[in-house]
C-alpha cells in the first residue's frame, strides 16, 4: 500500500542551525514527491516538488530536498533556520494516476526553533 | 488574484446542524479536491472531483455530499453534524492532465475550520 513516514513527530532547533527532516515513502511507480509547510492558523505551502530528474532539488525559502531512490527518501534540508521556519511541516507523495490522482501524506513533524 | 478560496474560513455550530462549505478556485484546473485535517494534523483525502465528476470517494460517511456545479467550484454539504466532524477542511486545485508544467502539483485553500459542539 501506498504511504509516507515522518519518523520525527516533533524537532528543535537553533535558530542558525541546519534542519534535516526525514520522509520515507512507500510507493510501487515512479513517485511525485512533495514538501508543504503549514504555518499556525494557515493554509498549505508548497516548498518544493520532485517529478524526475535532478534528485537534488531547490526550493522557496532556502530549502533543499533530495530524492534517494533506493532508500525511499526525501529529506527536506535548510543549511540554516530561522525563527520564521518555525511550523508544521508535511511530506506527500502523489498516488494514482491521471483523473484519480491523490496526495498521500505523512503525519507532519513540528518545526520548532529556539532564539 | 487569489487561487483556491474557501468560505467560510470559520464554521461554528452545533451537533445535528446542516452546513456547507465552498470552494472556488481561479487557476483553470479541472481536478478539485477536499481533504481533512484532524486535530492531530494529519491529513486525508475526501473527495475528488475531475470534470464536474466524482473520481474518489475515501469511505467517507455519506453525510458528505460534496457537489461540483462547475470547473471552478466544489463544495462540500455536510448533513447531521457529529462532533467528530470537527476539523479544518481543506480545498484543493489541480491541472490533472500531462504537460511541460507541474501536471499533478495541488494548490490548497486556506481552509475551514469547523467546530461542532
Known amino acids: 500500500a501506498q504511504s509516507v513516514t515522518q519518523p520525527d513527530i516533533h524537532i528543535t532547533v537553533s535558530e542558525g542551525a541546519s534542519l534535516e527532516l526525514r520522509c520515507n515513502y512507500s510507493y510501487g511507480a515512479t513517485p511525485y514527491l512533495f514538501w508543504y509547510v503549514q504555518s499556525p492558523g494557515q493554509g498549505l505551502q508548497l516548498l518544493l516538488k520532485y517529478f524526475s530528474g535532478d534528485t537534488l532539488v531547490q526550493g522557496i525559502k532556502g530549502f533543499e530536498a533530495e530524492f534517494k531512490r533506493s532508500q525511499s527518501s526525501f529529506n527536506l534540508r535548510k543549511p540554516s533556520v530561522h525563527w520564521s521556519d518555525a511550523a508544521e511541516y508535511f511530506c506527500?507523495?502523489?498516488?494514482?494516476?491521471?483523473?484519480?490522482?491523490?496526495?498521500?501524506f505523512g503525519t507532519g513533524t513540528r518545526l520548532k526553533v529556539l532564539a | 488574484d487569489t487561487a483556491v478560496s474557501q468560505t467560510p474560513k470559520y464554521l461554528v455550530t452545533q451537533m445535528g446542524n446542516d452546513k456547507s462549505i465552498k470552494c472556488e478556485q481561479n487557476l483553470g484546473h479541472d481536478t478539485m479536491y477536499w481533504y481533512k485535517q484532524d486535530s492531530k494534523k494529519f491529513l486525508k483525502i475526501m473527495f475528488s472531483y475531475n470534470n464536474k465528476e466524482l473520481i474518489i470517494n475515501e469511505t467517507v460517511p455519506n453525510r458528505f455530499s460534496p457537489k461540483s456545479p462547475d470547473k471552478a467550484h466544489l463544495n462540500l454539504h455536510i448533513n447531521s453534524l457529529e462532533l467528530g466532524d470537527s476539523a479544518v477542511y481543506f480545498c484543493?486545485?489541480?491541472?490533472?492532465?500531462?504537460?511541460?508544467?507541474?501536471?499533478?502539483?495541488?494548490?490548497f485553500g486556506p481552509g475551514t475550520r469547523l467546530t461542532v459542539t
Open positions: 506527500a507523495v502523489g498516488a494514482g494516476t491521471s483523473g484519480t490522482y491523490k496526495y498521500i
Open positions: 484543493a486545485s489541480s491541472q490533472d492532465k500531462r504537460g511541460p508544467k507541474n501536471p499533478y502539483e495541488q494548490y
